[in-house]
């Protein structure tokens, strides 16, 4: 969500919106978690989501980042 804020001469905040659709994965067992997490310069988004896909996972085991 997001919403305009005007902080001169007093603070104001406009009607919230959606930015994106997602289909945040929560229930009642991980609701204590976060689903979501946001990039250093606010400009990314990593999202917790259940996808529809049968793409594979590869694993890497034993990666050295040197």
Not at 40 to 52: L, P, Q, Y
Request: aromatic share 10%; no cysteine; charged share 10%.
């Amino acid at each position: 969500m997001a919403a305009e804020v005007n902080t001169s001469p007093s603070f104001s905040a406009g009607v919230p919106h959606s930015l994106f659709q997602t289909d945040v994965y929560g229930p009642s067992i991980v609701r204590s978690r976060n689903n979501y997490a946001i990039g250093a310069g606010g400009n990314e988004f990593i999202i917790n989501s259940i996808v529809d896909s049968k793409q594979p996972i590869n694993v890497v085991v034993g990666w050295n980042p040197q």
